[in-house]
Nanobody, 113 residues
Framework: QPVESGGGLVQYGGSLKLSCAAS??????MGWYRQAPGNQREMVAE???????RYADSVKGRFTMSRDNAKGTAVLQMNSLKPEDTAVYYC???????????WGQGTQVTVSP
């Protein structure tokens, strides 16, 4: 189960960094989903073995995901935050393409107007 850190309260236009630590390195994929009250969980960003990352259209140009293979961690840098980014953010990790996703407990991100 990955361990998340970061999150918190920030004003509109501010920045936050979320970190996700896996129990070991060399994961296949690691990513972040988010869920706001009354909404379905949606993909925010994810990164794969070769370093390729993909993002939701709503965060492109504002969020950047990176990984440290040796440490087994991934970081989501969130800039230009908006109130609509407010949600619980969940990290997941997959060790290989055929494995299930392992989810973290979630961390709250709140952006005030």
């Amino acid at each position: 189960q990955p361990v998340e850190s970061g999150g918190g309260l920030v004003q509109y236009g501010g920045s936050l960094k979320l970190s996700c630590a896996a129990s070991r390195s060399a994961f296949y994929a690691m990513g972040w989903y988010r869920q706001a009250p009354g909404n379905q969980r949606e993909m925010v960003a994810e990164i794969f073995g070769g370093g390729t990352a993909r993002y939701a259209d709503s965060v492109k140009g504002r969020f950047t995901m990176s990984r440290d293979n040796a440490k087994g961690t991934a970081v989501l840098q969130m800039n230009s935050l908006k109130p609509e980014d407010t949600a619980v953010y969940y990290c997941y990790v997959k060790w290989d393409p055929f494995d299930r996703a392992y989810w973290g407990q979630g961390t709250q991100v709140t952006v005030s107007p």
